[in-house]
């Protein structure tokens, strides 16, 4: 194992720690890693991270200015250690920092995506289960993929309905209950998930080998399911393809549950900060960004605050 390598295992490690989640992090660091031990550089610079992404392939910029912000962090970690090392200058790819609009979910569509990852192929049947309970956690909860892959089977609290949060975003800990029905559903997949692996489980969502389902696997599951209902366009060779997310799932639950606020006539201003904790978001705004992305809810939050004048106007 070269010098590289070594050192990344110790960044992940030390990060993973503190409660950072590190999926996607980990799978740019590797890469780039693995293009520096392939040019025979033991040294991070300027220099590689641009041969690196000339070599990598197409991608926008502000998908590179993420990857740079990845590398750069790993890097100044290695300066720390080794001056020898150079930390890529921000300025490299400059980019601002753009939300792209979320796909939200028909509740058909989500009846569809469920239904078509029950019908997934296995060796064991564990795959279909998985991906079916997975995806349909996510859409009926709101959490984020890494929140959910990383449950064990002790953080799923059947009795009494709560999921467990151990590591969310930036390391915060926190209680999600659960409806009846989801409650069930879980205590159903954990009871036949045991029984086709012959022995409990510790981590919650297996993959077919009783191993945790990982993000890629995930990801992948899901890209299959959603070229299958027609959701993205077919792909050759495994590839993922382009379409909407599982992480837009989160974003149509989130959606979904501002818009009945406002169809029910509830508090707006009362409701955010229950699911600001809900979903785990460390601001208020980050969660109030749903009424800016989303047309419909605009436009419900626009006719609340016209009726809020003309009442005060009245008055």
């Known amino acids: 194992?070269?010098?590289?390598?070594?050192?990344?295992?110790?960044?992940?490690?030390?990060?993973?720690?503190?409660?950072?989640?590190?999926?996607?992090?980990?799978?740019?660091?590797?890469?780039?890693?693995?293009?520096?031990?392939?040019?025979?550089?033991?040294?991070?610079?300027?220099?590689?991270?641009?041969?690196?992404?000339?070599?990598?392939?197409?991608?926008?910029?502000?998908?590179?200015?993420?990857?740079?912000?990845?590398?750069?962090?790993?890097?100044?970690?290695?300066?720390?250690?080794?001056?020898?090392?150079?930390?890529?200058?921000?300025?490299?790819?400059?980019?601002?920092?753009?939300?792209?609009?979320?796909?939200?979910?028909?509740?058909?569509?989500?009846?569809?995506?469920?239904?078509?990852?029950?019908?997934?192929?296995?060796?064991?049947?564990?795959?279909?289960?998985?991906?079916?309970?997975?995806?349909?956690?996510?859409?009926?909860?709101?959490?984020?993929?890494?929140?959910?892959?990383?449950?064990?089977?002790?953080?799923?609290?059947?009795?009494?309905g709560i999921l467990i949060i151990r590591r969310g975003k930036l390391g915060k800990e926190r209680l999600l209950p659960l409806s009846k029905s989801t409650t069930i559903q879980l205590t159903d997949y954990a009871r036949e998930r045991d029984r086709l692996l012959g022995i409990p489980s510790i981590p919650f969502f297996v993959s077919d080998r009783g191993t945790r389902l990982t993000d890629c696997g995930a990801r992948y599951n899901f890209a299959v399911i959603c070229q299958m209902i027609g959701l993205r366009p077919a792909q050759k060779y495994h590839k993922h393809g382009r379409g909407p997310r599982i992480h837009d799932l989160r974003h149509s639950f989130a959606v979904r549950t501002m818009i009945n606020w406002y169809r029910t006539d509830k508090n707006p201003e009362q409701e955010v900060i229950k699911l600001t904790t809900y979903l785990g978001h460390s601001d208020p705004k980050n969660t109030y960004w749903y009424i800016e992305a989303v047309p419909e809810l605009l436009e419900l939050a626009s006719r609340r605050a016209e009726k809020s004048l003309e009442r005060e106007e009245k008055s």
């Open 1 to 160: 194992m070269s010098t590289l390598s070594t050192e990344l295992d110790r960044y992940l490690t030390i990060r993973r720690s503190l409660g950072y989640d590190l999926g996607t992090a980990e799978r740019i660091l590797r890469r780039f890693i693995a293009f520096a031990e392939q040019e025979g550089v033991e040294h991070i610079s300027t220099t590689l991270f641009l041969r690196w992404q000339e070599a990598f392939g197409q991608a926008n910029r502000q998908t590179w200015a993420n990857r740079l912000r990845t590398v750069r962090l790993f890097a100044q970690w290695l300066h720390g250690i080794d001056p020898r090392h150079e930390v890529p200058p921000q300025s490299l790819i400059p980019a601002r920092c753009n939300r792209s609009r979320p796909y939200i979910y028909s509740e058909e569509e989500i009846r569809r995506i469920v239904g078509t990852a029950a019908e997934l192929s296995s060796i064991n049947g564990i795959r279909p289960l998985t991906c079916s309970i997975l995806f349909g956690l996510i859409a009926v909860t709101g959490l984020r993929i890494s929140e959910a892959l990383s449950l064990d089977a002790t953080d799923v609290d059947l009795d009494a």
